[in-house]
């Protein structure tokens, strides 16, 4: 049904080539004792659970922190489709099952970003947001 295995799909001949940067592919690999390889066949999971006759590839991994500090990262898919996945927990917000347009492509590679969970958009921040310990609203 799926093929999950990175050495040999049409999409992916290089998993680094998924990441923004390898910065952000190191930053990423800290939230998660599973390997990059684990960490994206759960990323194509859980997008194959909204629409179980495509076979997802992750196209693309941007990191960001909301603005409360939260480290996240927003994944585009191949053929269709974008999410949001919070690193502290791996929770998933799906935010389109039809998107076909790259945002990350549209980002400097030398700039930082934030993402707007409402809007749906990038923004350019100066640096990460930090987290709060002592969030009233958690």
């Known amino acids: 049904m799926c093929d999950l295995n990175y050495t040999n799909t049409q999409y992916n001949a290089n998993i680094n080539d998924l990441f923004a940067s390898p910065k952000e592919q190191n930053i990423i690999s800290e939230y998660s004792k599973l390997s990059i390889k684990e960490i994206l066949k759960y990323m194509e999971l859980e997008m194959?659970?909204?629409?179980?006759?495509?076979?997802?590839?992750?196209?693309k991994i941007k990191y960001f922190t909301d603005d409360m500090g939260n480290p996240m990262v927003y994944v585009e898919y191949l053929p269709f489709?974008?999410?949001?996945?919070?690193?502290?927990?791996?929770?998933?917000?799906?935010l389109s099952l039809k998107a076909t347009e790259?945002?990350?492509?549209?980002?400097?590679?030398?700039k930082k970003?934030?993402?707007?969970?409402?809007?749906?958009?990038?923004?350019e921040i100066d640096k990460d947001f930090e987290f709060k310990k002592n969030n009233p609203f958690l």
């Open 102 to 110: 790259s945002k990350i492509e549209k980002l400097a590679k030398n």
């Open 81 to 94: 489709g974008s999410a949001v996945f919070s690193l502290e927990n791996f929770t998933s917000l799906l």
């Open 48 to 59: 194959f659970k909204y629409n179980k006759k495509v076979d997802f590839k992750v196209k």
């Open 113 to 123: 970003y934030s993402f707007n969970l409402f809007t749906g958009e990038f923004f």
